[in-house]
């Protein structure tokens, strides 16, 4: 089975350039998460799918960040325009269902802005 | 929502049993208990996850307590690739989704 894609690997750019992320979850898994992780700290949740529905983005800073998931497949997750502070891993996470089953995880974006 | 408290960093011998604790005592009754781990500069990998009774599988045991207060994660001959951070997470309902929320972890260090 194939795991959670994500590119790209690693980025660097400037504050206030934008810049996306691609995620690729596990095929058939109807939820998809993105987290935030700075370096030292656990993940954060920005943003939870449900198929292509938003069930959470509470933790989204919604005045630079957007994310999309296509059709209940594929998601983008957009920051527009990048600070110093969201320099960080970037995870893109998918599950099957709701109840009890287990996340997966891809490697990451690591973004870091200058 | 019931949150978790772990040990920043545990260190533990190379082919001895580690034994994660982790406290949830605002858990409630249809919250279940799971482990991750992230080795370093990788995604956050499953382990193991319970709601009232003990688990077993190949990576790990998880044992609950009665009053589902603490979990202890235990893996029993660890090696050195069990170097990680590892999270303890209760899940809660959210219109029918469950958010995966994490914390700060424990660092384990296994050494040789």
């Known amino acids: 089975e194939a795991g959670v894609a994500q590119s790209p690997r690693y980025k660097i750019i400037e504050k206030r350039q934008s810049v996306a992320f691609w995620c690729n979850p596990i095929s058939g898994h109807a939820t998809l998460y993105w987290y935030q992780q700075i370096l030292g700290q656990g993940p954060k949740l920005l943003i939870q799918?449900?198929?292509?529905?938003?069930?959470?983005d509470s933790q989204l800073p919604k005045d630079r960040f957007s994310a999309e998931r296509l059709k209940g497949v594929d998601s983008t997750l957009k920051i527009q325009p990048a600070k110093l502070e969201d320099s960080a891993v970037y995870l893109c996470?998918?599950?099957?269902?709701?109840?009890?089953?287990?996340?997966?995880f891809g490697q990451g974006t690591r973004l870091t802005v200058v | 929502d019931a949150k978790t408290t772990q040990p920043p960093s545990m260190d533990c011998a190379e082919g001895r049993a580690a034994n994660l604790p982790c406290n949830h005592s605002?858990?409630?009754?249809?919250?279940?208990v799971y482990w991750y781990r992230q080795i370093h500069s990788q995604g956050p990998q499953y382990i193991i996850h319970g709601l009232k009774n003990n688990e077993t599988n190949e990576m790990a045991s998880l044992i609950i307590t009665e009053d589902r207060k603490s979990s202890t994660l235990i893996l029993p001959h660890a090696t050195l690739r069990d170097t990680a951070v590892y999270y303890c997470?209760?899940?809660?309902?959210?219109?029918?989704?469950?958010?995966?929320?994490f914390g700060q972890g424990t660092r384990l260090t296994i050494n040789p």
């Open positions: 605002t858990i409630s009754g249809n919250e279940y």
């Open positions: 799918f449900q198929n292509n529905g938003v069930v959470d």
């Open positions: 996470a998918s599950s099957f269902r709701d109840m009890g089953t287990e996340a997966f």
């Open positions: 997470i209760v899940r809660f309902p959210l219109q029918g989704a469950q958010k995966l929320v």
